[in-house]
């Protein structure tokens, strides 16, 4: 681990600071999951009919709620057979070693941290694993209901629309997830949780985003503004890692979450 690395972590476990990690799509990567904007990425590929990143708005689910599905149901069979990696676990294994000193912030709707052990979660896009009302009739937070896996131009069936019916109004379900064309919230998104934490942390480490969406760019900045410690892992260069060079605590470890995390965790728990 280069020096300043190790200093910037000794100091931060040795003055048992507060850490909040803010994880992209980049963690689950080595799960198999495609990130957003990479050569494979999901905003690249897209569907057949759309721009990919219109498929993630509300504008288009009132427009084709089906087309919407078909693509999010798609998504999600392949977040359902991904399995956490080395990069998850080493964030379970720090939370289970600071405990309430440790927040982790995800981007990632996949569940994949949960799956491997996370519980001091805030999912600030949404989460795969629930549904809510779209015409929001107060039914809440409801399970995804299961679905048998699917291929990717699979056609949306009446079974689908029966699953995806509310129970209480009769009108859509929509997925737990943050649109383009909607707004970070507390009761959905947790934003003003996920900028309570950032506000008291010691040490931001943020792990696999290329810092295009708006509440990671503002926690970045908070931290960066507070002095705080500022680590980045990351294969490439991205504006956290230009934050962190411009951190006098702050360090770019270039690198895989699968291949930084571990060391990183160990120094951070001791
Ligand atoms: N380890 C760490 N980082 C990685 C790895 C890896 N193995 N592989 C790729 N990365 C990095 C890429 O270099 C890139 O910086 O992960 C980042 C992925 O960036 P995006 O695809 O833009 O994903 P993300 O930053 O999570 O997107 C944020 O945008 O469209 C919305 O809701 C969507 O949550 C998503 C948000």
Same mark, same amino acid.
């Given at each position: 681990m280069e020096p300043k690395l190790q200093a910037i972590l000794d100091g931060v476990r040795q003055a048992k600071g507060r850490v909040v990690a803010l994880t992209g799509a980049g963690i689950s990567a080595e799960s198999g999951i495609p990130t957003f904007r990479g050569a494979e990425g999901y905003w690249v590929v897209g569907s057949q009919n759309y721009m990919p990143q219109e498929m993630a708005t509300h504008e288009?689910? +009132?427009?084709?709620?089906? +087309?919407? #599905?078909? #693509?999010y149901l798609y998504r999600f069979g392949v977040c359902r057979h991904a399995q956490p990696n080395a990069g998850h676990a080493a964030l379970v294994a720090l939370e289970r070693a600071i405990g309430d000193r440790f927040t982790l912030v995800t981007q990632n709707i996949d569940g994949l941290h949960r799956r491997a052990g996370s519980e001091r979660v805030l999912c600030i896009h949404?989460? *795969?694993?629930?549904?809510?009302?779209?015409? +929001?009739?107060?039914? %809440? =937070?409801?399970?995804? $209901? $299961?679905?048998? $896996?699917?291929?990717?131009d699979e056609p949306f069936s009446a079974a689908d629309r029966a699953r995806l019916t509310c129970p209480s109004c009769g009108g859509w379900l929509r997925p737990h997830v943050l649109w383009f064309d909607e707004y970070y919230d507390e009761p959905n998104y947790r934003m003003e949780s @996920?900028?309570?934490? /950032?506000?008291?942390?010691? !040490?931001?480490?943020?792990? %696999? /985003?290329s810092g295009a969406t708006n509440l990671p760019m503002q926690i970045g900045r908070l931290a960066f503004e507070r002095g705080a410690a500022l680590v980045d892992v990351n294969p490439e260069e991205n504006p956290f890692a230009e934050l962190a060079a =411009?951190?006098? =605590?702050?360090?770019?470890?270039?690198?895989? *979450?699968c +291949?930084?995390?571990?060391?990183?965790?160990? @120094? !951070?728990?001791g």
């Open positions: 288009m689910f +009132e427009r084709s709620p089906e +087309e919407v #599905w078909r #693509w949404g989460d *795969a694993a629930y549904v809510r009302c779209a015409g +929001e009739c107060g039914v %809440g =937070r409801l399970d995804l $209901p $299961p679905f048998p $896996p699917r291929t990717k @996920a900028l309570s934490a /950032t506000s008291t942390a010691d !040490l931001l480490l943020v792990v %696999g /985003t =411009r951190s006098p =605590r702050g360090f770019f470890a270039r690198g895989s *979450a +291949e930084r995390l571990p060391e990183i965790v160990a @120094a !951070l728990a």
